[in-house]
């Protein structure tokens, strides 16, 4: 079955740094891989997606994902970070049928300032 | 339009009332979903509706009841929840079968007080 691990419960960074954001997943063919966020008390609002082709994703918020099969990576990076990216950052995967769509465990975002 | 509209945002009741939850998207999705979500955990997947008809069930009790009345609408029905059922209940869509833009389209949820 697929699965995803994020294995950064909480990560905190000074505002201007850049970010990565771990997430390796097991899925047994092709994955089709997301990264979500959510603001406190909010919906989730999809920041990239990866289906196939180039490896590097480009995303909403100047977020950016890269994609190592050899590795059963999909990290999420950004290169300064903002005070309002504070946030739960979930990574997904899934399949052709949504019934497979499974979401890591997020990471808590903190930015100082 | 491209957005999913939850309402109410916020629902306190009682384990005795009988309440509605409201999902509403106009992007001609056919596959609409209900996540329920604990605080600091992810989104857990509780019903799946393609084409107007309940496809998933991920063993649900009873006091939730799912309603899928046109492809633009969803709706779930709560009756006699208990407090643990307080969440974050989040409503998402998706066309079914287009792998060029899979993904999904989440609501801002309804946070549910159960007292």
């Known amino acids: 079955a697929q699965s995803v691990t994020q294995p950064d419960i909480h990560i905190t960074v000074s505002e201007g740094a850049s970010l990565e954001l771990r997430c390796n997943y097991s899925y047994g063919a092709t994955p089709y891989l997301f990264w979500y966020v959510q603001s406190p008390g909010q919906g989730l609002q999809l920041l990239l997606k990866y289906f196939s082709g180039d490896t590097l994703v480009q995303g909403i918020k100047g977020f950016e994902a890269e994609f190592k099969r050899s590795q059963s990576s999909f990290n999420l990076r950004k290169p300064s970070v903002h005070w309002s990216d504070a946030a739960e950052y979930f990574c997904a995967v899934g399949g052709n049928y949504g019934q497979n769509f499974v979401f890591g465990p997020g990471t808590r975002l903190s930015v100082l300032p | 339009d491209t957005e999913v509209t939850q309402t109410p945002k916020h629902l306190v009741m009682g384990m005795t009332n009988k309440k509605s939850l409201k999902c509403e998207q106009h992007m001609g999705h056919r596959a609409m979903y209900w996540y329920k979500q604990k605080a600091k955990k992810p989104p857990e997947l509780m019903f799946v509706y393609s084409y107007e008809k309940l496809s998933i069930n991920e063993s649900v009790p009873s006091r939730f009841s799912p309603e899928c009345p046109n492809s633009s609408l969803l709706n779930l029905h709560l009756h006699a929840l208990q407090p643990e059922d307080s969440a974050l209940y989040l409503c998402?869509?998706?066309?079914?079968?287009?792998?060029?833009?899979?993904?999904?389209?989440f609501g801002s949820g309804t946070r549910l007080t159960v007292v």
């Open positions: 998402a869509s998706r066309k079914p079968g287009d792998g060029l833009n899979y993904g999904y389209t």
